[in-house]
């Protein structure tokens, strides 16, 4: 048994290295101690290097429209190192009939671009008089009841793109909690959104919308959770390769049993993915409504081509299943931010496998690598052979926010009343984004500063730059 903490936060990815990195800045006497099950930290955040081309295990980035996450890189300075792609000079693709379709950039350009027929235009304003729909629809039932059916291949690609999905059976009350309330509250989406944009021009609160920026940085994703760990004193306040298999409540707050040993602390946060806290959960709280939800797993296949393959301006682009095609889509990496392929060459990476095409996951890496291939030159115009490629095959998968799981929010939520000591964040929780687990896991050190009465030190608030 170690000497009793303040607080024992379980998992070292992004989520529980912002609360570790929260704690630390904002209470100094604070003692913590983060447990991570894997020899390094990031969890899904990793990238690869090699050959002089960098991509992406896990995210890609994330954009630069959240206050907290605005917050983070400036306290860490990464905010200088970090490099943008501006959503306003990128432009995306969907694949329709196998030809890439340029998206416009805001709602209104998509509905004036000839991307679908008047007649489905105008049908998109049938969500001013349609009735909310009961229950826990799902996202493709929902989107084709208010906006009509022309819409869902679209719906269908950001949903592809996002969570690697299936639209059938995500749950709208999950994956867009705020707009379903608008739709419950004002009976329509378009009315509700009009009128909060009125609410705030009348207060003055309104901000001139500014497009958000792709934010990553020169040597990867990877530098985030790297330069969050490097404050974390090993041994004391970071243990690595040291599963938690068990956590216990007694007299003095929390038991926490771990492969190296029993921690005690007065509080608990657990930052875990859906499916790696439940098991946890389920030893105090049993009554849980499910014991795991469904997880997308993807596959990356990387090909670098030297300079007489030209990419399309853009981000990338993603295909709806209606597409029947082998990849889910393609990014664009060399066209994001520099330095992701040797000088002259061009490198994208092409996605696979996702909710609906797990059996794909089982190729090997050279039929994997040949079908992608097969796939994307149809769309791209590559010629000769790839100088480079290879598979990546993420440790994670995408939590699958489908139907029955606001349920085990609300059974969440009841065990947080219940336990004013604990705290629940991480991959699924409260969103599947970089920006969510940001913003949640800062909302958890902060509540843990409060009930300890740490005291706080006034963060230094550096300017923020757009
Ligand atoms: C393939 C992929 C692509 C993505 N792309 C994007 C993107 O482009 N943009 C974006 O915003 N987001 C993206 N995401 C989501 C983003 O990566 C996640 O939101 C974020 O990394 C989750 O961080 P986390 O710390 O909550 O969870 P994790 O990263 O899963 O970290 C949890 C940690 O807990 C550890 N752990 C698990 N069980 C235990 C235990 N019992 N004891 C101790 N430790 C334990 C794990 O080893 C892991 O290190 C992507 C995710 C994936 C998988």
């Excluded at 390094?40 to 994330?62: C, K, L, M, S």
């Excluded at 989107?143 to 639209?167: C, E, K, Q, W």
């Excluded at 509700?192 to 009348?202: D, E, H, I, S």
């Amino acid at each position: 048994m170690t000497e009793h903490l303040d607080t024992i936060i379980i998992g070292g990815g992004l989520s529980g290295l912002t609360i570790a990195h929260t704690l630390k800045t904002q209470a100094p006497g604070h003692r913590f101690l983060l447990i991570e099950k894997s020899m390094h930290t990031g969890g899904a955040v990793q990238t690869h290097r090699d050959q002089g081309y960098v991509a992406e295990i896990g995210p890609h980035g994330f954009l630069d429209n959240c206050p907290e996450s605005r917050q983070l890189l400036a306290e860490t300075g990464l905010d200088r190192e970090s490099v943008k792609a501006p959503l306003k000079h990128f432009v995306r693709y969907v694949c329709l009939d196998g030809k890439l379709c340029c998206i416009p950039q805001s709602p209104r350009k998509i509905l004036m671009a000839p991307l679908i027929p008047w007649t489905a235009k105008l049908r998109v304003l049938g969500d001013l008089w349609i009735r909310p729909l009961e229950g826990e629809p799902t996202v493709a039932k929902w989107i084709a009841h208010r906006f009509g059916p022309a819409l869902l291949p679209f719906a269908d690609a950001v949903f592809t793109g996002t969570y690697a999905g299936d639209y059938n059976e995500l749950a709208i009350d999950s994956v867009m909690p705020g707009i379903r309330l608008l739709e419950k509250e004002q009976g329509s989406v378009i009315r509700g959104l009009a009128r909060k944009m009125w609410q705030a021009k009348r207060s003055g609160s309104a901000k001139k919308f500014t497009m958000p920026a792709m934010t990553s940085f020169p040597s990867g994703m990877c530098r985030l959770t790297e330069r969050l760990t490097e404050p974390l004193v090993p041994g004391t306040e970071l243990l690595l390769g040291c599963g938690v298999t068990a956590i216990s409540r007694n007299e003095t707050g929390w038991q926490v049993i771990s492969e190296q040993g029993t921690h005690t602390a007065t509080t608990l946060a657990l930052a875990l993915p859906v499916n790696a806290s439940l098991p946890l959960l389920g030893g105090i709280a049993p009554a849980m409504p499910a014991t795991s939800i469904p997880e997308a797993w993807i596959a990356t296949v990387v090909f670098g081509f030297g300079p007489n393959a030209v990419l399309p301006p853009g981000f990338g682009y993603l295909t709806p299943e209606c597409e029947k095609r082998f990849s889910l889509g393609t990014l664009f990496s060399s066209n994001m931010f520099p330095g992701r392929a040797p000088n002259g060459h061009i490198v994208f990476e092409t996605l696979v496998g996702g909710r609906r095409h797990p059996e794909r996951l089982a190729l090997d890496d050279a039929t994997m690598t040949r079908l992608a291939l097969e796939d994307v030159r149809e769309i791209l115009n590559l010629p000769g052979a790839p100088l480079f490629s290879t598979v990546l095959r993420p440790a994670s998968g995408i939590p699958q926010l489908e139907r029955g799981y606001g349920k085990l929010l609300t059974w969440r939520d009841q065990l947080l009343q219940d336990s004013p000591d604990l705290s629940i964040c991480g991959f699924g929780w409260e969103g599947i984004g970089i920006n969510d687990m940001i913003k949640s896991a800062v909302k958890v050190a902060e509540k843990i500063l409060n009930a300890s009465g740490s005291q706080i030190r006034q963060a230094e608030i550096k300017g923020v730059y757009f």
